[in-house]
């Protein structure tokens, strides 16, 4: 029996699960009341439908950006992080927004913002590895100096998503920063800042919890860091 192409099977059905909403999503921005107090019903209104709509094409774009790297810049990305990394896509995006697990399911946004702090430390971890190993370059980072790269290059990555939310949410009104209820309640003080710090503080766990892995892996040549680490084609073998 020919042997199942999982990668391409999962790619496009998370791919579908992006595209196949954006229509009825178009036609329910249209039709929505535009605030709480119009929606006597209460159902999703415009502006959650806008922000629905934006996650969508944001994923079909962060769908496509990886093999928009490859071809770029020549680079290979493992199978099992490329696997990962679209399931993360899908958590967010089509189960998160559209499914609306963001308030049905308890912590979904805490578990995910988790897993992102992971992959962007395995990513810190990728970016040093190619530049430390190119033929051009010649440096050997320590792998203390590595790690501590790579979790900073996760905080960092992680801060600058804080503030895209922060910003489209105050220019399209939207609620990305999950500063009121569901229902369109705002909450007040330090309570609508819960969402913003947990999520900086959970990916900081997640990036230290993998870069701590990537440091023990590199010190001690275990190579657990180097199966999921994105390489340049002249590195890949």
Same mark, same amino acid.
Request: with cysteine.
């Given at each position: ?86 399931? @993360? ?59 501590? @790269? ?17 910003? @489209? ?38 990036? @230290? ?29």
């Amino acid at each position: 029996m020919k042997k199942r192409d999982w990668k391409s099977i999962i790619g496009k059905c998370v791919l579908i699960s992006f595209l196949a909403p954006i229509a009825f999503i178009i036609y329910k921005i249209i039709i929505s009341p535009t605030s709480n107090t119009e929606n006597i019903e209460g159902l999703r209104v415009k502006t959650d439908y806008i922000l629905i709509l934006s996650q969508c094409v944001l994923g079909v774009i962060a769908f496509f950006l990886p093999n928009i790297l490859s071809k770029k810049m020549k680079i290979v990305i493992p199978t099992n992080m490329y696997i990962l990394y679209v399931l @993360f896509l899908w958590g967010a995006v089509f189960l998160g927004e559209v499914r609306k697990f963001y308030y049905k399911v308890p912590h979904w946004d805490t578990i995910l913002h988790t897993c992102s702090g992971a992959m962007l430390g395995a990513l810190g971890f990728s970016f040093v590895n190619i530049l430390n190993k190119h033929e051009r370059v010649h440096v050997e980072l320590s792998p203390l100096f590595i790690a501590i @790269f790579a979790f900073t290059f996760a905080i960092t990555l992680g801060v600058i998503w804080e503030i895209y939310e922060f910003a @489209f949410d105050g220019i399209l009104g939207l609620n990305m920063q999950k500063f009121a209820l569901e229902d369109g309640t705002k909450l007040i003080g330090r309570a609508a800042l819960v969402d913003t710090m947990e999520d900086l503080i959970v990916d900081s766990i997640g990036a @230290f919890i993998m870069t701590a892995i990537g440091f023990i892996s590199l010190k001690h040549k275990k190579g657990w860091i180097e199966k999921i680490l994105i390489k340049t084609k002249e590195l890949k073998n």
